[in-house]
């Protein structure tokens, strides 16, 4: 959903299997985007998903660690070959770029043909990933999330769930961003640290464009992105006054 006209704030509904998640409204007017978790039961068939589902705003996302991976695969290939091409795949569990290669190579197996009869794209979970930035694009990739939880537990070596990005991680993440964006690759974020307003606020200013949200914190996270956005309006109109109010050298 777009709550502003900054591409910043756009956002996206995440759909996954358990029962509390399938009793949103697939095409309602809070989504215009889901991520599709195909890791579970199928609650909802990815076909009456897709139907529903706003055009070129369907994220299918599957493990490549998972054993029902190539299933996940299997039931791509019945939607490209039943006609619908509003929907792209995000990988996930990828631990290095190479993988890619290797999943895209299962995927051709099962029918699919990444990058060509279906858009793909990955999940960033560790910091090789983040830094894969050439390869990611070379594979043909359209959209990379980054996953800003593991990212920290990974750089940081600690499972504690901050308020803030660490220093050390914020770099990465801002890097990653911006040499995404560089090669045309839409960029996202998803995690637990998305509900802090501090974090929502240093991921806008690195130019993410766009958040994921479970729909039990969608609410929450779009008034904090609001706020932060706003936050932000604020800041840049003081250092315009501070810049205007500046006694100027004789």
């Avoid at 756009?10 to 007017?29: F, P, Q, Y």
């Avoid at 770029?97 to 060509?116: K, M, N, S, Y």
Wanted: aromatic share 6%.
């Amino acid at each position: 959903m777009v709550v502003s006209d900054n591409p910043a704030t756009r956002i996206r509904l995440e759909i996954s299997h358990n029962a509390e998640d399938k009793k949103i409204s697939v095409g309602g007017t809070c989504a215009v985007a889901n991520v599709f978790d195909m890791a579970g039961n199928l609650a909802i068939k990815p076909c009456e998903l897709a139907e529903k589902a706003h055009p070129s705003d369907v994220w299918f996302r599957l493990d490549v660690t998972q054993n029902n991976f190539r299933e996940g695969l299997k039931e791509m290939a019945k939607l490209s070959h039943m006609g619908f091409s509003n929907f792209s795949i995000m990988l996930s569990g990828l631990k290095e770029a190479d993988e890619i290669r290797r999943a895209r190579f299962v995927a051709a197996e099962c029918g699919v043909l990444f990058g060509v009869e279906i858009p793909f794209g990955v999940s960033i979970d560790s910091p090789g990933m983040a830094l894969s930035y050439d390869e990611i694009s070379r594979a043909g990739a359209t959209f990379a999330v980054m996953d800003i939880d593991s990212l920290s537990k990974k750089i940081m070596c600690h499972e504690k769930i901050q308020h803030e990005i660490p220093e050390p991680v914020s770099k990465i993440i801002e890097s990653s961003i911006t040499r995404f964006k560089q090669k045309g690759i839409h960029v996202a974020a998803r995690g637990n640290m998305l509900e802090s307003t501090d974090v929502l606020k240093e991921l806008m200013a690195s130019g993410i464009d766009s958040i994921l949200a479970h729909p039990a914190n969608f609410e929450k996270i779009k008034l904090k992105a609001l706020y932060a956005e706003k936050h932000q309006e604020l800041d840049f109109m003081k250092s315009k006054m501070r810049m205007h109010l500046r006694p100027r050298s004789r």
